[in-house]
């Protein structure tokens, strides 16, 4: 059990408090009762059972107690299966995205995308955004909070050059949790199969790109091991075949959408590849993201157990006290 507000625990030393109060004034009618008792006028009934007087007490102690824990808001941990899943918006954003072959721009296109899908997203999934150019970024981590990841995507910015399998491999860090160990001798030598990263069935990465590879590292070799790991990637293509130029550091450089990457990319995978100007297509993509049954930690407040045993301790202190004192305390 874990609290939300522990600080309201420290009201628990008021019944250290009461009890020493409590005390100090049965000493005093005690000493009282011996002085009358010594003159008599006091006699004590022999037989009344003692040591139960101090049950009505007792309970209205353990009731301040249970209060005070009350309102420190207790949270109980229940294990509950739950329907989920995990997507990672890989970005593209290297240069070439400020293109401006589609409209408003390659990186204006991926955005729009990018929104209309995680609007599309039921609540049990978690979502996430790596932004990638020649290295890659987890700019969000995987949330339910979709409000957040929209956000990450509103503020991604232009850079460099591309590495598509960077983009992958950052995104199976955010899936992971972790940054993945990868042999990259196996993976040059195409032997992606025999790495081993871990399994994450059910995750999908949702790859935004002109496609437009400048590194070295193969990407559908990296697809390859995120296949072998379970994880699907569908790929979106931004741009244009016939290409168009785009300003960089006073040059200007010719860039194109490169499908065939894309496609070979999704295909090992069992993903399928799409254009972004295709909106039904791409709306369908939501369809393919896997559910999966998971036992997910929920937390749950449980203040209302403590509040109501408190008011029956009260109650029953109560009562005992007006039965055997013929008042409250």
Do not use: C
Not at 17 to 30: C, E, L, T
Not at 48 to 70: I, S
Not at 233 to 249: F, K, L
């Amino acid at each position: 059990m874990t609290f939300a507000t522990p600080e309201w625990l420290l009201a628990l030393l008021v019944v250290p408090a009461v009890v020493a109060v409590h005390i100090a004034a049965r000493r005093r009618r005690a000493r009282r009762s011996k002085e009358l008792a010594a003159q008599g006028l006091l006699v004590r009934d022999p037989g009344r059972r003692q040591g139960w007087r101090n049950l009505p007490f007792t309970l209205f102690v353990a009731a301040l107690a249970l209060l005070a824990v009350a309102v420190a808001r207790p949270m109980a941990t229940v294990k509950t299966p739950r329907l989920q899943a995990t997507v990672i918006l890989a970005m593209d954003v290297s240069n070439s995205m400020g293109a401006k072959d589609v409209k408003p721009s390659r990186i204006g296109a991926a955005e729009l995308a990018a929104r209309d899908f995680v609007r599309d997203q039921p609540s049990s999934v978690k979502l996430g955004v790596v932004a990638f150019g020649p290295s890659a970024l987890i700019v969000q981590t995987p949330t339910f909070d979709h409000p957040t990841v929209l956000r990450a995507i509103n503020d991604l910015s232009l850079g460099g050059g591309t590495s598509l399998a960077t983009g992958i491999l950052t995104s199976l860090d955010a899936i992971a949790g972790k940054t993945l160990k990868v042999n990259d001798r196996a993976l040059n030598e195409d032997n992606s199969n025999e790495v081993n990263i871990g399994y994450f069935g059910g995750a999908t990465i949702v790859l935004i790109s002109d496609g437009e590879d400048t590194s070295q590292t193969n990407p559908v070799t990296m697809a390859r091991l995120a296949s072998s790991a379970g994880v699907r990637i569908q790929t979106i293509g931004v741009g244009t075949v016939a290409g168009t130029t785009v300003q960089i550091g006073g040059f200007s450089v010719a860039t194109a959408l490169d499908p065939q990457t894309l496609e070979d990319v999704a295909k090992v995978t069992n993903g399928s590849y799409h254009l972004v100007e295709d909106r039904a297509a791409v709306r369908d993509v939501s369809q393919t993201i896997d559910l999966h049954f998971t036992v997910v930690s929920e937390y749950i407040q449980i203040s209302a157990i403590f509040v109501v045993a408190a008011m029956l301790f009260l109650a029953v202190g109560a009562l005992l006290s007006v039965l055997w004192f013929g008042r409250v305390m």
